[in-house]
């Protein structure tokens, strides 16, 4: 059976393509998601996407990812650096997830340095910009692989 990611954007990712487009880059939330569905295909995954500028409802898709999604990408935008509820929703499920940002997170402002989610996640990837998402899905083709 195919593995199934899920794939979770955070506040503020709507607008990609039109906001900070020095810092994020030209491409649309929609042309990633595309992007990102045409590199899962090439190792044999699937993957859905979801986009919230609501906390709540992004703790809602990883309680009910539970049982349906082998990997969960996640970028959690503005609430890496203060949600324990994405962190803890993470720990809830148990799903191996994968922590990603456009930007190098650690280049940027001292608030943006701390992450929540990077202690519960597989691994994070920082600074790539829509390959970091790729890159993601590739780690989790390799995860795969290793496994078999
Ligand atoms: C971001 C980095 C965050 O600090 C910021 O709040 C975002 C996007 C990134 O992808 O680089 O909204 O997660």
């Known amino acids: 059976m195919k593995a199934h990611i899920l794939v979770i954007h955070g506040p503020n990712l709507n607008l990609l393509g039109q906001r900070e487009t020095s810092v994020y880059g030209t491409a649309s939330l929609k042309?990633?998601?595309?992007?990102?569905?045409?590199?899962?295909?090439?190792?044999?995954?699937?993957?859905?996407?979801?986009?919230?500028?609501?906390?709540?409802?992004?703790?809602?898709?990883?309680?009910?990812?539970?049982?349906?999604?082998?990997f969960i990408i996640i970028n959690p935008a503005a609430y890496t650096h203060t949600s324990v509820a994405l962190r803890d929703a993470i720990l809830a499920v148990d799903i191996p997830t994968i922590e990603i940002h456009l930007s190098n997170i650690y280049k940027r402002e001292n608030f943006r340095h701390k992450s929540y989610i990077s202690g519960v996640a597989i691994g994070q990837i920082s600074g790539f910009g829509v390959q970091s998402y790729l890159l993601a899905v590739k780690a989790v083709a390799e995860i795969i692989k290793q496994k078999r």
């Not at 044999?44 to 999604?69: D, P, W």
Request: charged residues 30%.
């Open 31 to 70: 042309e990633i998601n595309a992007l990102i569905k045409t590199e899962a295909e090439k190792y044999g995954l699937e993957v859905s996407t979801f986009q919230s500028n609501y906390e709540g409802a992004l703790v809602e898709a990883i309680q009910e990812a539970k049982g349906k999604y082998d």
